[in-house]
């Protein structure tokens, strides 16, 4: 039985479903809304998982699942060195999104990683403080940062609506996840030229382990065919 980790809830797992049918593997409910159950209508061979999709990355590596689609954002931010415990078998053409640091629109100055490096600076020397990056991303934004020697940063946790953070006081920019930009915009936010952290999509991912273990395995290979074909 093969294990695999699907999203549970929101536009990813719409995406998900349109994806399955079109390679003739239709996923139906079972069980009640709550109870987050499914199944493929012709495939019984196939242990369906419905879960958040930040969850999945962390249960592909425990090797709870042997497969799973998610974002590759949220596998990039959960597990530090995720190379080492899954693959990345198929990049997909949906769950677009790119991590972007977004600045107040009044900053008109500030269109590169540079000046925002400058602004950093100015705090830090006016006002003994660090720019504050509100952020769901630390790892990413972090190593990003720092790759690029932007210095003088904090960042702040944020598990809610990241786009309102400076209005409310809380950071001073962000780096969040935007498909179109229009949230950016509603909330006074631009982005700069140098400052796309990750371009993501979903992507389907193997535990490594298990892989190597049953590459050979006739089902997980008729299976992977199915749902690597091009459409």
Known sequence: MIRLGLPSKGRLKKQVEKFFFERDLELVNVG?????????????KIKIILLAASD???????????????GRDLV????????KWMLEFKQLDFG???????VPQFWIDVNHLDDLEEIAFSL??????????????QNITREFLIDRQVTNFEIVESQGATEGAI?????????????????LTQN???????????????????NKRYY??????????????????DE
Do not use: M
Not at 33 to 43: G, N, P, T
Not at 56 to 70: A, F
Not at 76 to 83: H, S, Y
Not at 220 to 227: G, S, T
């Open 167 to 183: 209005v409310n006081g809380i950071a001073d920019v962000v780096a969040d996840i935007s498909s179109t930009g229009e949230t």
């Open 212 to 229: 190597k273990k049953n590459s050979c395995d006739l089902e997980l290979k008729r299976f992977l065919d199915q749902i690597v074909k």
């Open 56 to 70: 999945i990355p962390l249960e592909i590596k425990k090797g709870n699942l042997d497969i799973g689609i998610t």
């Open 96 to 102: 677009h999104a790119d991590l972007v640091i977004g």
């Open 188 to 206: 006074k936010l631009k982005t700069i030229e140098d400052g796309t952290l990750l371009k993501s999509f979903a992507s389907i991912f193997v």
């Open 76 to 83: 990039f931010e959960k597990i530090l060195g995720w190379q």
């Open 32 to 44: 009640t809304s709550r109870e987050y159950l499914a199944e493929f209508k012709k495939e019984k």
């Open 124 to 137: 830090r020397l006016k006002h003994s403080r660090c720019l504050k990056i509100a952020t769901k991303y």
